[in-house]
């Protein structure tokens, strides 16, 4: 057994996303998204499901405060709906839809919950996306104006603000690969997303700035760390640029002004270029002040010409794996982390890791041992990355419940808390309480 003991001012805390557990998606006021579209096309979603009732969190979000409350964290990520508050993406702004995230900050704060603000995961007004998404400037246009009314309305309650969750799903998993919304398949289209986004939120920040919005505001990318199947050039290489697709693709640009140019090259040897325009590169490196970091897994990853537009396949190398079929791999967070050190000793928050584990109730209980040992592995691996002087400032378990896991449905359950979704039935895990005391404790106490 060894103890690791955390800093006095970590964060603890969980993260949510509001397509993912609101549900209401047709009450006050809001409007549709691309994910209520992709939703109802069939074939796109495990059993058709859909969050138009989702954790119904629109309704029960004081029940979900109590949950955290009990848990004992001090921070909160969670995802404002931008169809809530422009409906039809940059017409008429709704107040029904601040009035309810106005109730629902309040309340956090009233429990000495600090939110963790993301701007946008995922849920894309429709009629955007009818019109080019972000691959038009009419929707990064649309996204400022958003924002700004979120930063004005917010000032001084939300402190921590995200622009974007996982840069890489809303680019390639949703455009590229087709298997998120709006499910498009086209390497050119996939890049015109990815230098949109990158410019909205270089435009956004400087809204921020601009507007002297008090916080600190950053971005979320999603981790894929890989390490080559052999020591051959070409499964280097392709472990390099799988890397890349999902973080330097991002990050060159927001900190270096510049693509990461073997990527370009790459890229060009398929006839696909990025979108750039006069001053673009300027906006997307504006100054920020800290990154959200996603990791779930990690690949081992080898040089395949069949193996889509990055050429680079995945091994299966028998590890064990989450019910999703993702490997427990926790030293991939320790390797990345190290890696990112190229941009700086940046001020980083984990923003989501977790497991899919399915476990159900058993007597009114579920022993989801396999989660708490998922956890074990990378709170330990946190602490060493602390430990080696890197500024990683808080961690947030995916996911505070159980909810609509994107192309899975609702079948694939990350929560600390079970949701049983006829009843709606909140239960605590084993591993809530699990969670719980390393929270009390500030620290980790593994179990072997
Ligand atoms: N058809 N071709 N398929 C080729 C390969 O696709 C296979 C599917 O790939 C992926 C890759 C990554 C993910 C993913 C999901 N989360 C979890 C969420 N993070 C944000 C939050 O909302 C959580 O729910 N993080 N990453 C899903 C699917």
């Known amino acids: 057994m060894t103890i690791f003991q955390f800093p006095q001012d970590f964060r603890w805390g969980t993260a949510t996303a509001s397509y993912q557990i609101e549900g209401a998606a047709q009450e006050g006021g809001r409007g549709v998204s691309i994910w209520d579209t992709f939703a109802r096309t069939p074939g796109k979603v495990f059993n058709g499901d859909n969050g138009d009732v989702a954790c119904d969190s629109y309704h029960r979000y004081e029940e979900d405060i109590e949950l955290m409350k009990k848990l004992g964290i001090n921070t909160y990520r969670f995802s404002i709906a931008w169809p809530r508050i422009i409906p039809d993406g940059d017409g008429e702004i709704n107040r029904e839809g601040l009035d309810f995230y106005h109730r629902f900050v309040d309340k956090l704060l009233e429990a000495g919950i600090e939110p963790f603000c993301t701007l946008y995961h995922w849920d894309l007004p429709q009629v955007l996306e009818d019109d080019g998404g972000w691959g038009n400037r009419r929707t990064v246009d649309a996204f400022v104006k958003y924002a700004e009314v979120i930063f004005k309305e917010f000032t001084g309650k939300i402190k921590f603000w995200l622009t974007f969750n996982e840069p890489w799903c809303i680019a390639f998993l949703s455009n ?53 199947y052999s020591k051959s050039p070409e499964d280097q290489a392709a472990c390099d640029r799988s890397i890349a697709l999902n973080t330097d693709w991002f990050l060159d640009p927001i900190y270096k002004g510049t693509y990461p140019q073997f990527m370009v090259d790459w890229f060009a040897q398929a006839g696909a270029t990025v979108p750039i325009q006069e001053g673009d590169m300027e906006i997307i490196s504006q100054p920020i002040d800290l990154l959200g970091i996603n990791y779930y897994t990690m690949g081992i990853n080898r040089f395949n010409p069949e193996a889509g537009a990055l050429q680079s396949e995945e091994v299966d190398m028998g590890l064990t794996k989450t019910d999703i079929g993702w490997p427990i791999e926790s030293r991939g967070l320790y390797e990345f982390m190290h890696y990112l050190q190229k941009y700086g000793n940046v001020d980083v928050y984990i923003t989501e890791n977790g497991a899919c584990i399915n476990d159900d109730l058993d007597n009114g209980k579920i022993n989801d041992d396999r989660r708490i040992s998922y956890y074990e592995q990378h709170l330990a691996q946190i602490h060493r990355i602390i430990n080696d002087g890197i500024n990683l400032k808080g961690y947030m378990a995916w996911s505070l419940m159980d909810n609509f896991e994107w192309a899975e449905g609702y079948r694939m359950r990350f929560g600390l808390v079970h949701v049983d979704y006829r009843s709606l039935v909140r239960t605590p895990k084993e591993s809530f309480y699990w969670y719980q005391n390393v929270i009390k404790n500030n620290w980790l106490e593994t179990r072997n």
Not at 193 to 200: E, I, K, P, S, Y
Not at 209 to 225: H, M, S, Y
């Open 176 to 228: 590229l690969l087709g298997v998120h919304a709006p499910g498009n398949k086209d390497l050119q289209t996939s890049l015109n997303v990815a230098h949109g986004l990158l410019v909205a939120h270089g435009k956004a920040v400087q809204s921020f700035r601009r507007l002297g919005i008090t916080g600190q505001i950053g971005i979320a990318p999603n981790v894929c760390w890989a390490e080559p």
